[in-house]
């Protein structure tokens, strides 16, 4: 059974940048498109960007110019960087798969536990 | 973007009773090659991840219980839990996944 577990530091500087990586067991990068959303205290989910098997990748434009996904160190992992960060990127963080039906990706169809990151 | 906008906000049901949740799209969320609505449902509850109930609008995920079933199309969908368990306490949140940047309803509350 394939699980997702997000790692990273709870406490950033405003300035600095975040990074977080996400471990897949049971499952490799191979095989879906993955993504990272976040949950901002008392707020909506936001979609952050996602990346394709073969590591292409495609972001919220609003963040766009500061978020990095990429392949981590091996097949069973993947990574996101926010640089210049500030209060407002204070969320928990969740990595996801999208589901692959047929060819179609239609939703995110398993999820980490989330981790909190606090901008302070 | 396009916007999804949910109503209630919050929402009371009694044990047995029927839960109805609405979710607006602002623009279309169907898929034309496909003739599929990307529009999905998931359930969060307090500490844990969201959680996939339904997806392609009215499409039960593997394991979800029978009582969820979802329905709608284009820019006008419903999530309705026929007959509320006490397990079923959480937010609820719509999800569109047509278009980017994907985005997410505001969660609706239920409660018992």
């Known amino acids: 059974q394939v699980q997702l577990q997000e790692s990273g530091p709870g406490l950033v500087k405003p300035s600095e940048t975040l990074s977080l990586t996400c471990s897949i067991s049971?499952?490799?990068?191979?095989?879906?498109?993955w993504t990272w959303i976040r949950q901002p205290p008392g707020k909506r989910l936001e979609w952050i960007g996602y990346?394709?098997?073969?590591?292409?990748?495609q972001y919220s434009p609003s963040l766009k110019s500061r978020v990095t996904i990429s392949m981590g160190t091996s097949r069973t992992q993947f990574s996101l960087k926010v640089t210049s960060v500030t209060a407002a990127d204070t969320a928990v963080y969740y990595c996801?798969?999208?589901?692959?039906?047929?060819?179609?990706?239609?939703?995110?169809?398993?999820w980490g536990q989330g981790t909190l990151v606090t901008v302070s | 973007d396009i916007v999804m906008t949910q109503s209630p906000d919050s929402l009371a049901v009694s044990l047995g009773e029927r839960a109805t949740i609405n979710c607006k799209s602002s623009?279309?969320?169907?898929?034309?090659?496909?003739?599929?609505?990307?529009l999905a449902w998931y359930q969060q509850k307090p500490g844990q991840p969201p959680k996939l109930l339904i997806y392609?609008?009215?499409i039960r995920e593997s394991g979800v219980p029978d009582r969820f079933s979802g329905s709608g199309s284009g820019t006008d969908f419903t999530l309705t839990i026929s007959s509320l368990q006490a397990e079923d306490v959480a937010v609820y949140y719509c999800?569109?996944?047509?278009?980017?940047?994907?985005?997410f309803g505001q969660g609706t509350n239920l409660e018992i």
């Open positions: 996801a798969r999208i589901s692959s039906i047929g060819g179609y990706n239609p939703a995110l169809d398993l």
């Open positions: 049971g499952g490799s990068i191979s095989s879906n498109y």
């Open positions: 990346m394709s098997p073969s590591g292409g990748t």
């Open positions: 623009q279309s969320v169907l898929y034309k090659s496909n003739n599929k609505n990307y």
């Open positions: 392609w609008a009215s």
């Open positions: 999800h569109q996944q047509l278009t980017i940047p994907y985005t």
